[in-house]
């Protein structure tokens, strides 16, 4: 009795597990199964000197790469908030030009988030991405401004 318990519960989710490949196969917003991260050059990993530079100049669109709730507790004035884990990326982004200077940040060094999300920029054809490595603790730590959601309205 127990033998035919434990046989049907690998049945079961044997099955599971291959519908869940299946449908990841063919769904539109299915996942990668290994991520590959995408090659950064010297010049597209930016730091906290470059980043404020670069700010000063308004010369990119900063973009958070934090989920919602970090992005609204402070920063980069002027940053889009575009969650990297976020499925509407595209419209989030629809008043970002593809030949614009984007500057994709999140937490700090050791955040991997800025990096996915300026990987599935340049696969969404922005040709100019850049990764600020130190994210929004260095940034706050050099004495540089952080706008909280409350100071937005």
């Given at each position: 009795m127990r033998a035919s318990k434990i046989k049907e519960f690998i049945l079961i989710l044997s099955i599971a597990i291959i519908t869940a490949f299946i449908y990841n196969n063919l769904s539109a917003s299915g996942i990668d199964y290994i991520y590959q991260s995408e090659k950064f050059s010297d010049?597209?990993?930016l730091t906290v000197e470059q980043t404020k530079e670069i700010f000063d100049s308004k010369t990119a669109v900063f973009i958070d790469a934090r989920p919602m709730f970090s992005y609204s507790r402070g920063h980069i004035p002027g940053a889009l908030n575009v969650p990297y884990s976020s499925r509407t990326k595209e419209q989030l982004l629809k008043d970002v030009?593809?030949?614009?200077?984007?500057v994709v940040y999140c937490y700090s060094s050791r955040c991997n988030q800025a990096?996915?999300?300026a990987t599935e920029l340049k696969k969404l054809d922005y040709?100019?991405?850049?990764?600020?490595n130190g994210g929004i603790s260095e940034w706050q730590k050099a004495g540089h401004p952080v706008e909280t959601?409350?100071?937005e309205s």
């Open positions: 010049d597209e990993i030009e593809k030949e614009e200077n984007i990096r996915i999300l040709k100019h991405v850049a990764v600020f959601a409350k100071s």
